[in-house]
């Protein structure tokens, strides 16, 4: 161990400066010619360029003498991925594609993202992360050490691409319900990008992904001889929380009109950092707001399908992190637009955890972030298994955020639907298992058809195949699962605050893309009794969220645009905004028609 640790026997406090002898040149892509086209990602076209643009751009001889579509080299790397055998190959094929044309990998993403978003982002980007120190090939973000934290402005004007517009930052501190990976986690922030751009079409130059190396305190990583970050514990909350204020200080001198999205910090440090720095910089966090406001926009359909009215809704979680936490003050917001005051929304709810029902005198300290929703009610009775939880609150819904595989067992969900059905057996049970990934999933999608006779209303954080089942003397029916990812919401809202210029992003601006979420489903999904639209429809999606978070935005006064961009959307509406917006999507396209967008 002494011989992996490089720092070992130094002071640990102080830092210098690095002082760069020259700025950075950027070429651009009009000026750059042969091989600095053909090695660029951004500006090679592959096959797709055209015998003008091949002599202009004195690639003649540097490619094969064919010419071919998007489609058709899409239709190849296809054919390549279906003979990778692992999702990690696969994963490792498109990162290949990606280095080397931006616009084919994310041509590729569009049109298959029913196949691909598990690849480039959940499942897959877990086990990725995971060995993401073993697979490293070549540089694909900013990797900002606490070692060199008076340099960060130096670091961050390092960036190959000007401007970035959003960035995803993470500590590693808490991927998925992985625990502490350190630098590795790195993958969550790269992975989250791809689908900013794949699902809502920012452009993938305006993207930067970001990790704050502070150390780790996996063991297994700092016995890593080929983990790549600091070989370090991590120091002090204090120490990491003036590392982050300096972060958001030299992001805000750099790149001002930037949005940063907090990613997978710890629960405490998510919490105190969205709080601490919401109100100052144009910023939030996916794992608290996103995730909330895509389950509130899954269960607003949900409640609408269940038949459970709502002065009948109780809601258990299981699971009181942060993401928990995140979901359920949104969907406390939702009771309370609808006429109910905040305490009896949230009386609602009834939050567990490893120790049991989250109650104000269970005897242990609570986590500031658990005592707004500890219970008070419960006349000093204590209940430590969830079982116990379920018959105590008879819940309509039961919502999973613990990072624990079949936490949600047979008679959990069997007394779920009792419970429900006990006010009418037309009644139907809210059953959200959303951990990430599917080796975390709380139950799978075929245990939730068959424990309640197909009744339940579903989604899951991790894709699952559609059912089959029959129950009785009834007919063999297909039960399609919904998935309640966060791509229907962090890429709408992160392009909306975008377009609208928003100088902060509100809690509003969040609820709103819940909101949206629920209204973008079209005819067929309703009849077909989804919550989430199908997911190869997520670009429209994202459209609706952005377009009601740009008017929600304007609306709070957070909207820099000019009065008279808000005086002509005023004046022709929905379809003049949505044509705006759509002006302003990356499009990935080839030949005469190839116009990158403005974004």
């Not at 993403?109 to 120190?133: A, F, H």
């Not at 639907?417 to 799978?444: D, H, M, W, Y």
């Not at 989604?459 to 919904?482: C, E, I, L, M, R």
Request: aromatic share 10%; with cysteine.
């Amino acid at each position: 161990m002494a011989s992996l640790d490089q720092h070992r026997g130094y002071a640990q406090n102080h830092y210098g400066e690095v002082k760069q002898d020259r700025t950075n040149e950027y070429l651009s892509e009009e000026q750059a010619a042969g091989h600095h086209i053909v090695h660029e990602p951004f500006w090679n076209k592959g096959l797709s360029f055209t015998p003008e643009e091949r002599v202009a751009k004195n690639l003649t001889g540097l490619l094969p003498h064919t010419m071919e579509s998007l489609q058709t080299q899409c239709a190849r790397a296809m054919k390549m991925i279906h003979t990778r055998q692992t999702p990690i190959d696969k994963y490792l094929y498109l990162s290949s594609i990606k280095d080397q044309n931006i616009d084919l990998f994310y041509r590729l993403l569009m049109d298959n993202i029913r196949e691909l978003m598990p690849l480039v982002y959940t499942p897959t980007i877990g086990d990725v992360c995971l060995q993401y120190s073993s697979i490293y090939t070549r540089p694909e973000a900013l990797y900002i050490s606490i070692k060199q934290r008076k340099s960060i402005r130096t670091m961050l004007r390092n960036w190959s691409c000007k401007d970035p517009q959003i960035c995803v930052v993470t500590d590693g501190s808490r991927i998925l319900g992985l625990g502490d990976l350190g630098i590795n986690g790195v993958g969550i922030s790269i992975g989250k990008l791809s689908l900013y751009t794949g699902a809502a079409g920012i452009h993938p130059e305006k993207t930067l992904p970001i990790v704050l190396d502070c150390g780790t305190n996996n063991e297994e990583n700092l016995q890593d001889p080929f983990y790549l970050g600091l070989r370090q514990k991590r120091p002090s909350y204090e120490e990491q929380q003036a590392f982050m204020d300096e972060f958001m200080e030299a992001v805000h001198d750099v790149f001002p009109d930037m949005v940063v999205q907090f990613e997978d910090f710890d629960s405490q440090k998510a919490f105190d950092y969205l709080d601490r720095y919401r109100d100052q910089y144009k910023c939030f966090n996916d794992d608290i707001q996103g995730t909330g406001a895509v389950v509130l926009g899954g269960y607003i359909g949900a409640v609408d399908l269940s038949g459970v009215p709502l002065e009948d809704q109780r809601l258990v979680f299981m699971g009181a992190g942060s993401a928990g936490v995140g979901v359920a003050k949104q969907l406390v917001e939702y009771y309370t637009r609808r006429g109910l005051s905040e305490q009896a929304a949230k009386d609602k709810f009834w939050l567990v955890d490893t120790k049991g029902l989250v109650t104000k005198d269970r005897g242990d300290r609570l986590a500031e972030h658990k005592k707004y929703f500890a219970r008070t009610d419960n006349d000093g009775q204590q209940f430590r298994t969830l079982e116990e939880v379920i018959e105590y609150v008879k819940p309509s819904a039961l919502v999973g955020l613990t990072a624990t595989f079949g936490v949600f067992t047979e008679p959990v969900i069997r007394a779920l639907k009792a419970s429900v059905q006990e006010g009418g057996i037309e009644r139907r049970p809210i059953l959200f298992p959303l951990s990430n990934p599917l080796t975390k999933a709380e139950c799978t999608f075929e245990q939730a058809i068959q424990w309640t006779e197909g009744t339940v209303l579903f989604a899951s954080g991790s894709p699952f195949s559609p059912v089959k089942a029959q129950f009785g003397d009834g007919p063999v029916t297909t039960y399609h699962p919904n998935q309640g990812n966060n791509v229907y919401v962090f890429p709408g809202l992160g392009l909306g605050a975008i377009l609208a210029k928003a100088s902060r992003v509100t809690d509003e601006m969040v609820y709103i893309s819940a909101a949206a979420l629920a209204e973008s489903l079209n005819a067929d999904e309703i009849q077909k009794g989804l919550i989430y639209p199908r997911i190869e429809r997520v670009r429209d999606a994202s459209v609706v969220v952005a377009r009601e978070v740009m008017k929600a935005a304007r609306r709070g006064g957070v909207s820099e645009l000019p009065e008279s961009q808000w005086t002509e959307w005023e004046e022709w509406g929905d379809v003049a905004l949505n044509n705006y917006i759509k002006q302003h999507i990356y499009e990935p396209l080839s030949f005469a028609d190839n116009t990158r967008s403005n974004l």
